[in-house]
């Protein structure tokens, strides 16, 4: 089966600007999650879909971050506008309910 | 709050050499605790995971860990080391209930001389 996969792998953008994350998740997991790799620290959950449904957004950093999961498949994340602090990695995972995660490769997001 | 304590930041063996991966994790009611590993360039990976039962856990590509409740801890260990191991490796724990809200550890680098 194809495993979860992020787009794109690698985003350097300008402090100020837009960026958009997009994860699709293993087909048929209703479970989708966004956690989040600041450099030297460690991996930390951002939030939780179940279908297009948050279900838990408490890790979500603040209101510059926007997570969507339209129609229960794909789901983005925009940082909008982007900061220096907001580098690192973003990883999405998918998971069946009480199954382990499936992660994706992540995207390494580089504010300059 | 729930933490994880990986207690080497970057580890170099040479191949051959047995392998102990330090974690702890502060929490006192029941968790699920994991290994992940990340290869380079590739996505996370399950190595291993404890939910109950035999506190020895045995994974993927000949790694283990054990569980020790008094200790909270749950070690890492392979007896011999392939270069193919250099990898960075995570331990995680989920507790209170929650299936899916993992608290990470901070990783450790393996780096497996050839």
């Known amino acids: 089966e194809a495993g979860v996969t992020q787009f794109p792998s690698h985003s350097v953008i300008e402090k100020g600007q837009t960026v958009t994350l997009r994860c699709d998740p293993i087909s048929g997991h209703d479970n989708l999650y966004w956690y989040r790799r600041v450099m030297g620290k460690e991996i930390k959950f951002l939030l939780h879909f179940v279908k297009e449904s948050k279900q838990d957004e408490s890790g979500m950093p603040n209101n510059r971050f926007l997570a969507e999961r339209t129609g229960g498949t794909y789901s983005t994340l925009k940082v909008q506008p982007a900061e220096l602090e907001d580098s690192g990695v973003y990883f999405c995972a998918s998971s069946l309910n009480n199954s382990p995660l499936h992660f994706g490769n992540g995207t390494r997001l580089t504010v300059t | 709050a729930q933490s994880v304590s990986q207690h080497n930041h970057h580890v170099i063996l040479s191949e051959a050499a047995s392998l102990e991966l330090g974690c702890n994790y502060s929490y006192g009611g029941t968790v699920n605790l994991f290994w992940y590993v990340q290869y380079p360039g590739q996505h996370l990976q399950l190595l291993l995971k404890y939910f109950s039962g035999d506190p020895l856990v045995k994974g993927i590509k000949g790694f283990e860990a054990e569980f020790i409740k008094s200790k909270f801890s749950f070690n890492l260990r392979k007896p011999s080391v392939q270069w193919s191991d250099t990898a960075e490796y995570f331990c995680?724990?989920?507790?209170?209930?929650?299936?899916?809200?993992?608290?990470f550890g901070k990783g450790t680098l393996l780096t497996v001389n050839p």
């Open positions: 995680a724990v989920i507790s209170g209930g929650s299936n899916y809200k993992l608290t």
